[in-house]
């Protein structure tokens, strides 16, 4: 979203815009402060609805790195029951003091914590600007990235149903399987008859099976992270490997680097910078 001017130019403030490419590639909330951005977390994807569970986390724990005074920039908030729930629950997690919205829009009349102040906002950036300065800021962040293997045995993996649950090995399939409660994550490229789902099913003592393929997780948007879930490594996922239980990933981490956790998004960009098609939440 395009604020005015002096919002924009205040020396400390928090994007929770994750389509935002002003000071760095998109997909992730930043704190700025003293002209440059003291920290930030991944969102994954270009809407809060790619995580919105991450995107109330990195509000509440990016403002901690932010005095008192900071002014918060929402993402573009839509006239939706979701989008409305969270940009209100953002705002009493803040403790906002004041509430800014456009001039003239329903907004205004919302239970904000406190009244809502209209101002006049800026003409917007047409949609074909911000997809360019966006493929601009990811190959800025290839650029400067180098290809890293991740075993995803020794580290967490976050934001994706990979991960979520325990690895499981079954006699009848050599491919990558999974349980999580009820639920079994097949990930392997060739196709599934019924009589070999039914099996794995009975086996793991599944009620259902989801099946990926590893391409699915080719240029998925994410980070290195510390234990605590800091990030300070971003990048894409370049290759999965489920038979080594690695993945290849071109971050800007400095290599080797410690990662703990690897988050994975739902946005999924191409080498030439492209964004493709995001995927849902929680299916691969």
């Given at each position: 979203?395009?604020?005015?001017?002096?919002?924009?130019?205040?020396?400390?403030?928090?994007?929770?815009?994750?389509?935002?490419?002003?000071?760095?590639?998109?997909?992730?909330?930043?704190?700025?402060?003293?002209?440059?951005?003291?920290?930030w977390r991944l969102i994954g994807g270009l809407d809060p609805r790619s995580?919105?569970?991450?995107?109330?986390?990195?509000?509440?724990?990016?403002?901690?790195?932010?005095?008192?005074?900071?002014?918060?920039?929402?993402?573009?908030?839509?006239?939706?029951?979701?989008?409305?729930?969270?940009?209100?629950?953002?705002?009493?997690?803040?403790?906002?003091?004041?509430?800014?919205?456009?001039?003239?829009?329903?907004?205004?009349?919302?239970?904000?914590?406190?009244?809502?102040?209209?101002?006049?906002?800026?003409?917007?950036?047409?949609?074909?600007?911000?997809?360019?300065?966006?493929?601009?800021?990811?190959?800025?962040?290839?650029?400067?990235?180098?290809?890293?293997?991740?075993?995803?045995?020794?580290?967490?993996?976050?934001?994706?149903?990979?991960?979520?649950?325990?690895?499981?090995?079954?006699?009848?399939?050599?491919?990558?399987?999974?349980?999580?409660?009820?639920?079994?994550?097949?990930?392997?490229?060739?196709?599934?008859?019924?009589?070999?789902?039914?099996?794995?099913?009975?086996?793991?003592?599944?009620?259902?099976?989801?099946?990926?393929?590893?391409?699915?997780?080719?240029?998925?948007?994410?980070?290195?992270?510390?234990?605590?879930?800091?990030?300070?490594?971003?990048?894409?996922?370049?290759?999965?490997?489920?038979?080594?239980?690695?993945?290849?990933?071109?971050?800007?981490?400095?290599?080797?680097?410690?990662?703990?956790?690897?988050?994975?998004?739902?946005l999924r960009v191409w080498s030439d910078g492209r964004e493709v098609s995001?995927?849902v939440p929680w299916s691969v």
């Amino acid at each position: 979203m395009d604020w005015p001017q002096e919002t924009k130019d205040r020396p400390a403030r928090l994007c929770l815009d994750p389509s935002d490419a002003d000071h760095g590639p998109p997909a992730r909330c930043f704190a700025w402060l003293e002209g440059g951005v003291r920290d930030w977390r991944l969102i994954g994807g270009l809407d809060p609805r790619s995580d919105p569970v991450a995107l109330l986390e990195a509000a509440v724990e990016l403002a901690g790195a932010l005095p008192p005074d900071a002014i918060v920039l929402s993402f573009p908030v839509r006239e939706t029951p979701f989008h409305r729930h969270l940009a209100l629950s953002v705002a009493r997690a803040l403790r906002a003091s004041r509430v800014i919205v456009p001039e003239g829009s329903p907004m205004a009349r919302w239970p904000w914590p406190v009244g809502a102040e209209e101002v006049e906002m800026p003409d917007q950036y047409p949609v074909v600007v911000r997809e360019a300065q966006r493929r601009a800021r990811w190959l800025e962040l290839f650029e400067r990235s180098t290809l890293q293997e991740v075993d995803l045995g020794q580290v967490r993996v976050v934001g994706a149903r990979l991960g979520s649950g325990e690895r499981f090995r079954s006699p009848d399939f050599a491919g990558y399987l999974e349980k999580c409660g009820e639920t079994l994550l097949v990930v392997d490229d060739a196709d599934l008859d019924d009589g070999l789902v039914g099996r794995l099913c009975a086996q793991a003592g599944a009620g259902k099976l989801v099946h990926t393929k590893a391409s699915e997780y080719e240029g998925l948007v994410c980070s290195f992270a510390r234990e605590s879930g800091e990030d300070f490594g971003m990048g894409v996922v370049r290759s999965f490997e489920p038979a080594r239980n690695r993945m290849v990933v071109l971050c800007d981490a400095i290599a080797p680097a410690p990662v703990r956790a690897l988050k994975l998004g739902t946005l999924r960009v191409w080498s030439d910078g492209r964004e493709v098609s995001e995927l849902v939440p929680w299916s691969v």
